[in-house]
Nanobody
Framework: QAQLVESGGGSVQVGGSLRLSCVPS????????MGWFRQAPGKQREGVAL???????AYADSVKGRFTISKDTTNNTLYLQMNSLKPEDTAMYYC?????????????????????????WGQGTQVTVSS
């Protein structure tokens, strides 16, 4: 059964950095659109960053210039490097994948708002940023 396992969350102070990792089990993600999403208490889950099969990327406006999504095909791992963290980045972070036949999503940014195409989802990793 395909699963995703996130790690790397934690508690940091404002301006700090964290790197999240996501490892799929049961499949390799090379032909999948992959993404990071987050959900803060009392808010809807939102798209944070996407990386497509051609390595193109898309980011939510709130994280542009601070977060970087990447993938390492040698160890089948997805990353989210988060720098200059703010209290409003506090949330549960999830990774997810979407299979679109191995073709890039155009426009990629569409995937930030359409979560229905993504499955499976990981269990999440908590990120807390304190001032």
């Amino acid at each position: 059964q395909a699963q995703l396992v996130e790690s790397g969350g934690g508690s940091v102070q404002v301006g700090g950095s964290l790197r999240l990792s996501c490892v799929p089990s049961g499949y390799t993600y090379s032909a999948y659109l992959m993404g990071w999403f987050r959900q803060a208490p009392g808010k809807q889950r939102e798209g944070v960053a996407l990386i497509d099969v051609d390595r193109s990327t898309a980011y939510a406006d709130s994280v542009k210039g601070r977060f970087t999504i990447s993938k390492d095909t040698t160890n089948n791992t997805l990353y989210l490097q988060m720098n200059s963290l703010k209290p409003e980045d506090t949330a549960m972070y999830y990774c997810a994948t979407a299979y679109l036949g191995g073709r890039p999503l155009v426009p990629l940014s569409y995937g930030l708002g359409d979560q229905a195409m993504f499955r499976p989802w990981g269990q999440g990793t908590q990120v807390t940023v304190s001032s």
